[in-house]
């Protein structure tokens, strides 16, 4: 969140400066100078909102976290994997991954959905996609009493509507 966020003023911070150098130069009738810095301008404004709308998300996924964990294994259909070792955030809206962001249930009914969540001794597998294309993510948990692997099912079947399959307890 913390990336997301020092993107966000810098892409705010470049937007200023490239007002200021398009005024700036419209002052001194420069005009394709002050042509250059408007479309500068323009283009970054562009970049600010939507760095904007991805830390609001980003702030709605974390405020609303069911489960933190340090690290995370994400898998697609097809075989492809990246293993990421940023603090990854589950959510009621979604799962938020270092500085990538996955939503589920924002585009109706044809959009990305929660699927299936199975809980281990060690892993977590969330699987979530539309028809296009699946992921799965994978979680090392950390949780070690049966009562905390209950409640987390709980409160994840109580937020997503998606009942979790605990396995090895």
């Known amino acids: 969140m913390k990336l997301i966020r ?16 398009a005024m700036w130069f419209g002052a ?3 005009a394709t100078s002050a042509f250059a810095f408007g479309i500068i301008s323009v283009a970054s404004l562009i970049f600010l909102v939507r760095q904007s709308r991805l830390l609001y998300d980003a702030a709605l996924i974390w405020d609303n976290r069911i489960l933190a ?10 075989g492809k994997g ?4 940023e603090e990854t955030v589950v ?11 996955y939503q589920w249930g924002c585009d109706g009914i044809y959009g ?7 809980i ?4 977590m597998y969330l699987t979530f996609g539309d028809t296009a294309q699946t992921m799965r993510v994978e979680l090392l948990h950390g949780m070690t009493q049966k009562h905390a692997v209950l409640d987390a099912a ?6 997503t509507g998606v009942t979790a399959d605990i396995t090895g307890w």
Do not use: H, W
């Open 69 to 78: 964990v340090p690290s995370a294994f994400i898998s697609t259909v097809s």
């Open 112 to 118: 990305v959905r929660l699927n299936a969540i199975e």
């Open 91 to 101: 959510s009621t809206f979604g799962i938020l991954i270092g500085s990538k962001i």
């Open 82 to 85: 990246k293993n990421d070792t």
């Open 28 to 30: 001194k009738f420069m």
């Open 6 to 21: 020092k993107r966000r003023n810098c892409y705010a911070l470049f937007f200023a400066v490239s007002i200021c150098l």
């Open 154 to 159: 709980q409160k994840l079947l109580r937020e």
């Open 120 to 123: 281990d001794r060690e892993r």
